[in-house]
T-cell receptor
């Protein structure tokens, strides 16, 4: 089946630093990728839709200047958490749909901001 | 209104028995897709099964089947012959409209525990 990779799998950083998370579709091209956030014992919440060749679409309440998304190619989207603070600590996970009947997720990135 | 409702926060099932995880959805679109995912403690989201709104037959994938009742807007997941490794959080999700480039909306999840 289609594979989506995500890197890093976990990261610990100091408050005020920026963290970049990469999401790659390994065996298919993805013009669209999605970024979700999941807090402990909660469901996944969509943060933004990443579009290759155009600007990302952010969900209401998500600061686009804080969560920078770049869809650099048909197989790579990056999420940069700028000036991270402890409240940004969460599980970030990306997904990509190779076809209508499937949407695969990366393994996720656990971010801890000290 | 919630688009995806999972009313069972937690479920227990004996090993080798079947279990049904409930999911109801709300949409005014005629075209939509329903997904089920398994999330073990590691956090990865494992795709289990898909049902399209125009599919006349219930989807099946190995031990997983989807009981799709369109008029009732329900898409329950049935796991047959439960195994200890099935213990995990299970999420129901919906994609509204046509086109794969549309996001999924998730339910709150059901924590399944398989008892030996």
């Amino acid at each position: 089946g289609a594979v989506v990779s995500q890197h890093p799998s976990w990261v610990i950083c100091k408050s005020g630093t920026s963290v970049k998370i990469e999401c790659r579709s390994l065996d298919f091209q993805a013009t669209t990728m999605f970024w979700y956030r999941q807090f402990p014992k909660q469901s996944l919440m969509l943060m933004a839709t990443s579009n290759e060749g155009s600007k990302a679409t952010y969900e209401q309440g998500v600061e686009k200047d804080k969560f920078l998304i770049n869809h650099a190619s048909l197989t790579l989207s990056t999420l940069t958490v700028t000036s991270a603070h402890p409240e940004d600590s969460s599980f970030y996970i990306c997904s990509a749909p190779p076809r209508l009947s499937e949407q695969f997720f990366g393994p996720g990135t656990r971010l801890t901001v000290l | 209104a919630q688009k995806i409702t999972q009313t069972q926060p937690g479920m227990f099932v004996q090993e080798k028995e079947a279990v049904t995880l409930d999911c109801t959805y709300d949409t005014s679109d005629q075209s939509y897709g329903l997904f089920w995912y398994k999330q073990p403690s590691s956090g990865e989201m494992i795709f289990l099964i898909y049902q399209g709104s125009y599919d006349e037959q219930n989807a099946t994938e190995g031990r997983y089947s989807l009981n799709f009742q369109k008029a009732r807007k329900s898409a329950n997941l049935v796991i047959s012959a439960s195994q200890l490794g099935d213990s995990a959080m299970y999420f129901c999700a919906m994609r509204e409209g046509l086109g794969s480039a549309r996001q999924l909306t998730f339910g709150s999840g059901t924590q399944l525990t398989v008892l030996p």
